[in-house]
C-alpha cells in the first residue's frame, strides 16, 4: 500500500502542476513569483547537491541530513519552491479549477512532507531538534 500511496502523490502533484501550466496568463507580479520560486529551487539544489534530490518521498541509501544553505530555515525548500510557482500561475487566472489544483497541490505536499519527515526522524536521531528549529515549507513557521 505504501509504494501506492506515494505513486497517488506523484501523480497528483504533476497533474495539478501540469494543470496550472496550461491554463495560465501570466504578468508582472506572476514573473516575480516565479523568480521567487526559482530561487528557492535553486538555492534548495545547491545546499543539497543532487544526491539527496528524489521526486518520492524515500530515502536513498547515502542520504544525507541538509542544515545548511536555505535548509536552515526551511526544512522542505524544493516544496516551498514548487508551491510559490504554482501560485503565481495559478493567481495568472480567475478559474475556480485553478484554485482548487493549487489546494489540491497543497495539500498533496503537506502529506508528502508528513511522510518524508517520518522517514528522516526514523533515520536521523537529530531530525526532532532541526524540525523545531525550522519551518517546514516557511521560515520561521
Known amino acids: 500500500m505504501h509504494q501506492y500511496q506515494i505513486m497517488f502523490y506523484v501523480i497528483v502533484q504533476f497533474g495539478c502542476i501540469f494543470y496550472l501550466i496550461f491554463n495560465t496568463h501570466l504578468n508582472a507580479l506572476n514573473y516575480a513569483l516565479i523568480g521567487i520560486g526559482f530561487i528557492i529551487g535553486l538555492s534548495a ?64 505536499l503537506i502529506l508528502k512532507s508528513n511522510l518524508e519527515e517520518k522517514l528522516l526522524t526514523q533515520r536521523f536521531s537529530d531530525y526532532p531538534t532541526y524540525k523545531k528549529k525550522t519551518g517546514r515549507f516557511i521560515p520561521f513557521l
Request: hydrophobic letters at 50%; one cysteine or more; proline letters at 3%.
Open 45 to 108: 539544489i545547491i545546499a543539497m547537491k543532487l544526491d539527496n534530490f528524489n521526486i518520492q518521498p524515500a530515502l536513498k541509501s547515502q542520504h544525507k541530513l541538509i542544515t545548511n544553505g536555505i535548509y536552515h530555515w526551511i526544512r522542505h525548500p524544493m516544496y516551498t519552491s514548487v508551491l510559490t510557482l504554482c501560485l503565481a500561475l495559478a493567481l495568472s487566472n480567475n478559474h475556480l479549477f485553478s484554485q482548487l489544483a493549487l489546494l489540491a497541490l497543497t495539500i498533496i
